[in-house]
């Protein structure tokens, strides 16, 4: 007597689930659309009509203003600088940190480990102080180097590399040895393409936080010419009203929507083309096979 076993469905997410998201999405993009929107209405219309957009009234007012009294450029070139070294030297060196946390044993690793992560308990307040100490002691306030340097390689990109790398398997490593392949060349050529998943996912976070950064820029490169764009939008509205006399509170709100906008574009379109190597990223190493 032979019995077949019919096949499992497939269960449906329920109405509900999706009308949940539905809702949850819009309250998310709700004020961001409404950002954009604004940047390119008239001025006086943004206070007297917020919820209302009219095509007919499309201008790029706000935007010419803002550039002729803000100097955007300047702090998207500072954040591009700092952007670009401070993300390369996490990219390489946090990963090599996991993968002798992850592949290696040695004396006390368990316990420099421990003090790894203990730093990603401490609050980004209790650091200012002793770091601005040690910046200028080295003569490094209002530079680069200041706003590249500390917390290049910080705890989180250490644990989160580690916790992929250790998803790799050991066999991988010991025949690539057995092959004569040196230490470094098993990191390049073995443990690099097979975590390039998790290695998307920390850059986009990595660029994410360093585009996005404020409380440390603001205290170490509080000159104009050294002040990142987060910093530079900060102080946008004082530099509106001190470049332009008589400038109003419409004024001000339509250059603030457009400098936000402008700030908004690169971040947007960067989770947009790598959305999916981050969710990759997210997932790498969370299953054991």
Known sequence: ?????????????????????????????????????????????????????????????????????????????????????????????????AYAFAKYSFVGKNLIFGAVLITLMLPTIVLIVPLLLEMKLLGWVNTYQALILPGAVDAFAIFWMRQVIAAVPDELLDAARVDGCGEFGIFTRIVLPVIRPGLAGLAVLTIMNIYNDFVWPVIVASSERMATLQVVLSTLAQNITGNRIG????????????ASSVALVPLLVLFIALQRHFINGILAGSVKG
Do not use: C, H, Q
């Not at 400038?247 to 457009?258: F, I, P």
């Open 1 to 97: 007597m032979t019995s077949t076993l019919a096949p499992r469905r497939r269960e449906r997410p329920a109405v509900g689930s999706y009308l949940f998201l539905i809702v949850l999405t819009l309250a998310f993009l709700a004020p961001v659309v409404w950002a954009l929107l604004s940047a390119f209405k008239p001025a006086p219309s943004i206070i007297s009509a917020p919820l209302t957009f009219d095509p007919s009234t499309f201008t790029l007012a706000n935007f010419t203003a803002m550039f002729e009294d803000v100097p955007i450029g300047r702090g998207f070139f500072n954040t591009g600088i700092v952007l670009v070294t401070k993300g390369t030297i996490t990219l390489f060196f946090a990963p090599l940190a």
């Open 247 to 258: 400038a109003d509170y419409a004024t001000v709100t339509g250059e603030l929507l457009a």
